[in-house]
Antibody, heavy 122, light 110 residues
Framework: EVQLVESGGGLVQPGRSLRLSCTVS????????MGWFRQAPGKGLEWVGF??????????EYAASVKGRFTISRDDSKSIAYLQMNSLTTEDTAVYYC?????????????WGQGTLVTVSS | QSALTQPRSVSGSPGQSVTISCTGT?????????VSWYQQHPGKAPKLMIY???KGPSGVADRFSGSKSGNTASLTISGLQAEDEADYYC??????????FGGGTKLTVL
C-alpha cells in the first residue's frame, strides 16, 4: 500500500527555519515526482513546490511565495522527501501536505499524506 | 499566478446533480488539458477525484465527471449522496512545472 506520512511541524518563531519530512512506503521516492502543498487555517489549497523524479534529474520548482526560502530535496536511501523552510513568516502558517504524482498523470497528485501543522508565531 | 475562480458554495438534494465551475485563463485552464479536482472532508487530506480534465482514478465513483470548455472547467456530481458533502478544489497545470488551485467550493447535501 502506498503511504505518505509528514512530520516535523510545530511552533516556530518568525525568521527561523524548519524542515518537514515526508516518509513514504509502498514505492521508491526517487521513482516518482512529488509535490508539496499547504493550507492556511480556514483557507484553500496552495501549491508550494515540486520535485521531478530521478529519471528527470530531480529538478525542483517553487511557487513565487516561497521561492528562495523553501527547498525540496529527497533521500532515496531513507525513502524521505524534505521541505526545508527558511526565513519563515506568519504567512507560512498552514498545514503542509506532501503528495506523489498520480500513477496515470504526471500533473495530478495522489495519494496525499495526512499533513503536518506549521505555526509561525512569536 | 492568480487563483482559479470557483463558486464559494453549491448545494443539492440527494439524488440530484450539481456542477462546480472553475474559471482560469489561457495560461492555465485554457492552455492545457491538465485540470484535476480534489475532494476534501473536514480535517482530512485531499483526495483526487478527476485528473486530466475528465479521467476518473480507480476507485472513484463514476458519478463524478469532469469537462472543460475554453478557460472554464467543470466538475459534475450526479446522484448526490450524503457522503459527497465536502470541499472541492480544482487545480490546473500552469506551465513550467507550476500549478494553481481554485479557492474551493463547499458542497452541501440538503
Amino acid at each position: 500500500e502506498v503511504q505518505l506520512v509528514e512530520s516535523g511541524g510545530g511552533l516556530v518563531q518568525p525568521g527561523r527555519s524548519l524542515r518537514l519530512s515526508c516518509t513514504v512506503s509502498g514505492f521508491t521516492v526517487g521513482d516518482y515526482a512529488m509535490g508539496w502543498f499547504r493550507q492556511a487555517p480556514g483557507k484553500g489549497l496552495e501549491w508550494v513546490g515540486f520535485i521531478r523524479s530521478k529519471a528527470y534529474g530531480g529538478a525542483t520548482e517553487y511557487a513565487a511565495s516561497v521561492k528562495g526560502r523553501f527547498t525540496i530535496s529527497r533521500d532515496d536511501s531513507k525513502s524521505i522527501a524534505y521541505l526545508q523552510m527558511n526565513s519563515l513568516t506568519t504567512e507560512d502558517t498552514a498545514v503542509y501536505y506532501c503528495a506523489r504524482r498520480h500513477i496515470s498523470s504526471w500533473v495530478a497528485f495522489d495519494p496525499w499524506g495526512q499533513g503536518t501543522l506549521v505555526t509561525v508565531s512569536s | 499566478q492568480s487563483a482559479l475562480t470557483q463558486p464559494r458554495s453549491v448545494s443539492g438534494s440527494p439524488g440530484q446533480s450539481v456542477t462546480i465551475s472553475c474559471t482560469g485563463t489561457s495560461s492555465d485552464v485554457g492552455g492545457y488539458n491538465y485540470v484535476s479536482w480534489y475532494q476534501q472532508h473536514p480535517g482530512k487530506a485531499p483526495k483526487l477525484m478527476i485528473y486530466d480534465v475528465s479521467k476518473g482514478p480507480s476507485g472513484v465513483a463514476d458519478r463524478f465527471s469532469g469537462s472543460k470548455s475554453g478557460n472554464t472547467a467543470s466538475l459534475t456530481i450526479s446522484g448526490l449522496q450524503a457522503e459527497d458533502e465536502a470541499d472541492y478544489y480544482c487545480c490546473s497545470y500552469a506551465g513550467s512545472y507550476t500549478w494553481v488551485f481554485g479557492g474551493g467550493t463547499k458542497l452541501t447535501v440538503l
